[in-house]
């Protein structure tokens, strides 16, 4: 398999199903990816050598996925200049809002791309991260375009079968 371009990163074992939905889309596209366990605040030299080291490693992006307090990405990010993709896990009472608010309030100068809670989040991280890769790899981005296509005429499709069925 090819060198990884992506780096998968979730705070704990609990966050795999979850992120799991960016793997499969990665996975589905022939992007090479890499996970990884490692917590921002129970391993915390683990995860800076890991952002320290990922554009040297060949990494393109990272997404990092956690809930609670929702550290993470904002670590990665502080310790790369890579773009960090934030997905915020559902693992608390809160239902993922602390996790949410936790990504997105990053301070200036340390950005972290947010997507939304849960498995949809983590599935549009990794087509964003695609949508980046898209810009300087026009075979990817015949594949996303064709991806597009492809889910426009599902709808499509829905839509006539809605339609008949109301007939």
Excluded: C
């Excluded at 559902?90 to 990504?103: C, E, F, Q, R, T």
């Excluded at 791309?113 to 300087?136: D, E, I, Q, W």
Aim: proline share 5%; glycine share 8%; hydrophobic share 45%.
């Amino acid at each position: 398999m090819a060198e990884p371009v992506v780096g998968i990163v979730m705070g704990s074992e609990s966050d795999a199903e979850v992120m799991r939905g960016a793997a499969d889309v990665l996975k589905n596209f022939d992007v090479p990816y890499e996970v990884t366990v490692s917590s921002a605040h129970r391993t915390l030299d683990r995860t800076l050598e890991y952002a320290r080291s990922a554009g040297k490693r060949g990494l393109k992006l990272i997404i990092a996925g956690a809930g609670g307090a929702a550290h993470l990405p904002g670590v990665l990010a502080a310790a790369t200049s890579l773009p960090v993709i934030g997905v915020p896990i559902d693992s608390s009472p809160l239902k993922g809002i602390d996790a949410l608010l936790s990504i997105a309030q990053m301070p200036s100068g340390v950005p972290v791309a947010t997507m939304s809670v849960g498995t949809a989040g983590a599935k549009n991280a990794a087509y964003f991260a695609l949508r980046v890769l898209a810009a300087h790899d026009s075979d990817l981005k015949t594949k996303l375009e064709a991806d597009q296509a492809r889910t426009a005429g599902e709808v499509e499709a829905a839509d006539k079968r809605v339609k008949k069925s109301s007939e």
